[in-house]
């Protein structure tokens, strides 16, 4: 079957909701992507951050192959050594007193159940009508609560109260670059914003406040510095659970093992998947065991949740970013990146802003550097032109017109120097 022919099959018979590449992919290896004409492309998104360790990573296969020979499934009913040993690591690399995982398969439902968790924690200190309180701008998934805390109407259209639960609010976003402030003020004046939300929006209960340390769907927005501060002191002073969502900058993405690391975070629960899990579908929730004692027998389950083979590979992933000091090198090539970045924008009066950590890189393209007008059309262009040229990057952004380097974190300098040139080449022509 060619590309072609494939394509029309899937129109057929998928359901149409997606915006899809017309690429299909046949292959990876490390931090190459080969299509089904035998195309080579570097991966510069690494399947929306998701193949950290790089693709068919040798130790990763072989950590599959040997569960699936073993044992696949179990259901979340019995015990296995996999995924007791995945939850103790975990208590062991995320933030002091994170301490009890609750294992699942996406982001959206880690997401999910950090919103149950909260709930039942609520209505265990006698509040069970707490508000949630995420941020505009925000992605937090597409079902559910998880849509309900998302911050981007186009997520929204068509679904109703499906998308927008009663009690949920969404305070301002710290995204500094259109706004006339000084960035350490603007992060200020957002974080104040979240009492405004609170005494304004709520009746005053708040069951947690979500946020992305980095917003990845959103345009990759870097909050300022102060923001943090000020939050952390809010949430504090007000008893306010905090859930950060590490869904898509977590597993060394931006240079950290987790990107809270950069501000200190000491979040009350955290929800990690994408790089958890290597390309397998791995998800999790960790609480700090005041939240998490407050659930008892039955009030949660999933029959693939930790399943042992989806455990044993990301267990081994962990390894694996340690070993091959991915981490660092997702700081090192992501200063690459940056520098070079920066001498872009010098020549091209396309590129608004470069911002991100690590490789997390968003490239936020304008019309015009003093009104800011998004070019929403001219990075749909970048991107095709890439593409064509062997270079797959991402687009994102509330006006979609953020570009996103996201690769595997063993892209070597390279590669890096590679989608420069193409990049630049791809910025001249549009
Ligand atoms: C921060 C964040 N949270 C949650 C999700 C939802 O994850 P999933 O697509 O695995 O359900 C995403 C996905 O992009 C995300 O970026």
């Given at each position: 079957m060619n590309s072609e022919e494939l394509m029309k099959k899937d129109k057929e018979?998928?359901?149409?909701?997606y915006t899809r590449v017309p690429i299909v992919l046949t292959e990876g290896k490390g931090a190459v992507l080969t299509d089904i004409n035998g195309k080579e492309y570097i991966d510069c998104f690494a399947g929306i951050a998701v193949s950290n360790v790089g693709h068919a990573h040798e130790r990763l296969v072989q950590a599959a192959t040997t569960q699936m020979k073993k044992l696949i499934h179990t259901s979340g009913r019995f015990f296995t050594i996999p995924q007791t040993l995945l939850v103790e690591k975990l208590a062991e690399i995320t933030p002091t007193g994170l301490r009890h995982t609750y294992l699942c398969n996406s982001g959206t439902e880690a997401v999910e159940n950090a919103v149950k968790l909260v709930k039942k924690y609520a209505y265990s200190r006698g509040k069970p009508g707490g508000a949630l309180i995420a941020l505009e701008c925000?992605?937090?998934?597409?079902?559910g609560y998880s849509l309900c805390l998302t911050g981007q109407s186009k997520y929204k259209k068509g679904f109703d109260t499906y998308a927008n639960a009663p009690g949920i609010v969404h305070a301002p976003v710290?995204?500094?670059?259109?706004?006339?402030?000084d960035e350490d003020e603007f992060g200020i004046e957002c974080a104040l914003a979240i009492e405004k939300t609170i005494d304004r929006h709520?009746?005053?209960?708040?069951a947690a406040f979500i946020m992305e340390p980095i917003l990845g769907e959103g345009g990759i927005i870097v909050p300022p510095d102060s923001y943090f501060e000020t939050l952390t002191k809010i949430l504090k002073e007000r008893d306010i659970p905090f859930i950060l969502d590490e869904v898509q900058s977590g597993f060394g993405r931006t240079g950290k093992f987790f990107a809270g690391e950069y501000w200190n975070l000491n979040p009350d629960l955290m929800t990690m998947a994408k790089g958890m899990g290597g390309g397998m579908p791995i998800a999790a929730v960790i609480a700090t065991s005041k939240i998490a004692n407050s659930v008892v027998s039955g009030d949660f389950f999933s029959?693939?949740?930790?399943?042992p083979v989806c455990s044993a590979v990301s267990l081994e992933n962990i390894n694996i970013l340690h070993d091959e000091n991915l981490i660092q090198n997702s700081a090192n090539i992501g200063k690459v990146f940056f520098d070079s970045l920066l001498d872009l924008q010098k020549k091209h009066s396309l590129i608004g802003e470069v911002r991100g950590k690590g490789l997390m890189i968003g490239i936020e393209l304008v019309t015009d550097l003093d009104t800011k007008k998004p070019a929403p059309e001219q990075t749909k262009k970048v991107v095709n032109k890439l593409q064509s040229e062997g270079v797959i990057i991402g687009l994102g952004g509330i006006y979609g017109n953020v570009l996103r380097l996201q690769p595997p974190?063993?892209?070597s300098e390279d590669q890096a120097i590679t989608v420069l040139e193409k990049l630049d080449e791809g910025l001249r022509n549009v």
């Open positions: 018979f998928f359901v149409q909701g925000s992605f937090h998934g597409r079902l710290p995204y500094s670059y259109r706004s006339k402030l709520t009746a005053g209960d708040v029959t693939y949740g930790g399943n974190l063993c892209l």
